[in-house]
Nanobody
Framework: QLQLVESGGGLVQRGGSLTLSCAAS????????IAWFRQAPGREREGVSC????????NYVDSVKGRFTISRDNAKNTVYLQMNSLKPEDTAVYYC????????????????WGKGTLVTVLS
């Protein structure tokens, strides 16, 4: 069964840290790029970060550069999003998605989606 399951969300104070995990099953994980998205209440979903299938290529939206780090462990079929220096505006449901996007990761052409994990950053 094809599945992406996010975990690691929660409640944190401004300036705190969280690490999100995206665990995959049911497909050949190391063929796929993984992207993290987020959607805050009343706002459109936005791409936050992505990583290519090998991990060699990564991308971050400007608002999280220098604070978030994406990584993957293909032996564990898992992608991580380390989030530091969290701000209230990072509050959102975070989703991971998988797609065969070639050597470069991107936020389009994604095939599988998880159900999300909620991150709440208190001011």
């Amino acid at each position: 069964q094809l599945q992406l399951v996010e975990s690691g969300g929660g409640l944190v104070q401004r300036g705190g840290s969280l690490t999100l995990s995206c665990a995959a099953s049911g497909f050949t994980f190391d063929f796929y790029s993984i992207a993290w998205f987020r959607q805050a209440p009343g706002r459109e979903r936005e791409g936050v970060s992505c990583i290519s299938n090998s991990g060699a290529n990564t991308n971050y939206v400007d608002s999280v550069k220098g604070r978030f780090t994406i990584s993957r462990d293909n032996a564990k079929n898992t992608v991580y999003l380390q989030m530091n220096s969290l701000k209230p505006e990072d509050t959102a449901v975070y989703y991971c998605a998988a797609g065969r996007t070639g050597l470069q990761c991107n936020y389009y052409g994604l095939e599988f989606w998880g159900k999300g994990t909620l991150v709440t950053v208190l001011s």
